[in-house]
T-cell receptor
Framework: NAGVTQTPKFQVLKTGQSMTLQCAQDMNHEYMSWYRQDPGMGLRLIHY???????DQGEVPNGYNVSRSTTEDFPLRLLSAAPSQTSVYFC????????????FGPGTRLTVL | RKEVEQDPGPFNVPEGATVAFNCTYSNSASQSFFWYRQDCRKEPKLLMSVYSSGNEDGRFTAQLNRASQYISLLIRDSKLSDSATYLCVVNKADKLIFGTGTRLQVFP
C-alpha cells in the first residue's frame, strides 16, 4: 500500500513551459485534491474532485487544469508556467469530502524561472 | 480577514513544558475540525480530529468552542520530537481550509 504518490519530486521550468504533476493513490479514495504551499500563505486549494469524472475549482485555480478519469489518478496540469507558480504542490486524498483524514503525498517542489 | 487564523509563532519552549495553540475560524457553518502536524519540508499529517466535547490523545488535548468559533490544542510534557508546525484545519462545505500554521520549537 503506497498511499499517495507524486511525481516528480523536483522540477524546474522556464516561463511559458507546460507540464503535468502526477498524483496517484491506491486507497480507493473518492476525494482527491491539489494544494499549493507558499511561505506565510499556508496550504491553498487549487482544484478538487469528489469522484471520477467530477472536478471543481478551489481557491486558486487560475493557470491550472485537472481531470479525473479514474479513481486512482488526479493529474495537475500547468498550462503556461509563470514565476508566480513557484511553490510546493501537495496532492491529497480521503474517503469523503471533508469529514475524514486527508492523506498527503510527499509534494513536488516546482521552480519557474 | 482570513478564514482560519493562527498565531504563526514560533513558540520556543523547554522540554517538559506545556504549550497551547489557538485558532479562530470565520465560517459558522463549519462542522469538521482538525489539527495537522507538518515537519520541515514534509507533507502534513493528521494529528487529531477535534470534537465538540473536546478530546484527548496521550499528551495532546483539543478543544472546540463553537460559540466563539475557536479551536485549541494543548501539548503537555513537550518532547524534542514535538518540534513542528501545527496546522488548524476547518471544513467549508466540501473543502478544507488550512490555517498558516503555528511553529513550535522545543529545546533541551
Amino acid at each position: 500500500n503506497a498511499g499517495v504518490t507524486q511525481t516528480p519530486k523536483f522540477q524546474v521550468l522556464k516561463t511559458g513551459q507546460s507540464m503535468t504533476l502526477q498524483c496517484a493513490q491506491d486507497m480507493n479514495h473518492e476525494y482527491m485534491s491539489w494544494y499549493r504551499q507558499d511561505p506565510g500563505m499556508g496550504l491553498r486549494l487549487i482544484h478538487y474532485s469528489v469522484g471520477a469524472g467530477i472536478t471543481d475549482q478551489g481557491e486558486v485555480p487560475n493557470g491550472y487544469n485537472v481531470s479525473r478519469s479514474t479513481t486512482e489518478d488526479f493529474p495537475l496540469r500547468l498550462l503556461s508556467a509563470a514565476p508566480s507558480q513557484t511553490s510546493v504542490y501537495f496532492c491529497a486524498s480521503s474517503y469523503s469530502a471533508s469529514g475524514n483524514e486527508q492523506f498527503f503525498g510527499p509534494g513536488t517542489r516546482l521552480t519557474v524561472l | 480577514r482570513k478564514e482560519v487564523e493562527q498565531d504563526p509563532g514560533p513558540f520556543n519552549v523547554p522540554e517538559g513544558a506545556t504549550v497551547a495553540f489557538n485558532c479562530t475560524y470565520s465560517n459558522s457553518a463549519s462542522q469538521s475540525f482538525f489539527w495537522y502536524r507538518q515537519d520541515c519540508r514534509k507533507e502534513p499529517k493528521l494529528l487529531m480530529s477535534v470534537y465538540s466535547s473536546g478530546n484527548e490523545d496521550g499528551r495532546f488535548t483539543a478543544q472546540l468552542n463553537r460559540a466563539s468559533q475557536y479551536i485549541s490544542l494543548l501539548i503537555r510534557d513537550s518532547k524534542l520530537s514535538d518540534s513542528a508546525t501545527y496546522l488548524c484545519v476547518v471544513n467549508k462545505a466540501d473543502k478544507l481550509i488550512f490555517g498558516t500554521g503555528t511553529r513550535l520549537q522545543v529545546f533541551p
